[in-house]
Each structure stands twice: as C-alpha cells, then as structure tokens.
C-alpha cells in the first residue's frame, strides 16, 4: 500500500478500496494508471505524479489489450487524468515511446496551466 501512498489515517479504507479498483480493472487500465500516479505524487511529497502501465510486449497482448498499449497517469495538484496511448514497435521501442508520450503529455498540461 505504500508504494500507491495509501498510507496515514484513512490509509486502510483508501487501500482497499484502491486495490479492489486495481482487481478489478487490472494492471493495464485507466485506474491503475490513476492510483498510481495520486499515489506517487502522495508518497514523494510532491505537486505532480506521473505512472505508465501498459503491455510493452512482445507476448501478452489481448485483443482487448493488445501489444503497444499504454494507459498514463497524471496526478497535478491533486487532479488525476489518464490518457489511453498506442504504439507499434519491439518492447524497446513501445517503452521508449511511452515515456516520450507520457512526458510530452506532462509539458502540455503545465504549459497550459501557465497560460490560465
């Protein structure tokens, strides 16, 4: 639970209540990307958390969820958004490029925080 930052008081019920999301949707989805990222960004102490979570292949993709996709995370302020991605490419490829969307993402929504 502490790597999500679901601890402190309330820790037990926001855990459980987390994880059951989690199960729930599984590893690769909009919720998990969320709770982690508010988790990251609770634990660090910080203003922002970012999270990446997806199949970066070469096996284990669905058709539901295939190779190549990846759900992010932002936490800002504590306002959590999550953005669907997809990539094509070996596991390599599909990691780097989720981390150049994820933090190209990042820069768009603190420069549009700049301009309000």
Same mark, same amino acid.
């Given at each position: 639970? !502490?790597?999500?930052? #679901? ?44 999270? $990446? $979570? &997806? ?6 993709? $669905?058709?539901?969820?295939?190779? &190549?996709?990846?759900?992010?995370? #932002?936490?800002? !302020?504590?306002?959590?958004? $999550? ?6 490419? !070996? ?12 933090? !190209?993402? #990042? ?10």
């Amino acid at each position: 639970a !502490n790597a999500l930052g #679901l601890g402190g008081e309330d820790g037990a019920g926001h855990a459980a209540q987390a994880l059951a999301q989690v199960f729930q949707a599984g590893a690769v989805s909009h919720e998990t990307a969320a709770e982690i990222a508010e988790g990251i960004a609770k634990t660090a102490g910080t203003n922002i958390g970012i999270s $990446t $979570t &997806g199949i970066a292949g070469p096996g284990g993709g $669905t058709k539901e969820k295939p190779v &190549g996709l990846v759900y992010v995370g #932002l936490c800002i !302020n504590g306002k959590v958004k $999550t953005k669907e991605m997809h990539f094509v490419g !070996n596991r390599e490829k599909i990691r780097a490029r989720a981390v150049y969307g994820a933090l !190209n993402w #990042l820069r768009k929504e603190l420069l549009s925080i700049d301009e309000q």
